[in-house]
């Protein structure tokens, strides 16, 4: 959800790993999210 572009790498995705291309995040964007992640991932442990 939102404004902010993330392209997924998804070359080894097959072994469970994936990973995002940083180039397209502009400054301040990271936090969000790696905050966004942190909740999804919270959620689905739950």
Do not use: C, W
């Amino acid at each position: 959800e939102g404004d902010i572009a993330i392209y997924a790498r998804r070359y080894n995705l097959h072994q469970g790993v994936f990973s995002l291309d940083p180039r397209t995040v502009a400054e301040g964007e990271m936090a969000l999210i790696v905050a966004r992640l942190k909740e999804i991932a919270e959620h689905a442990a739950h």
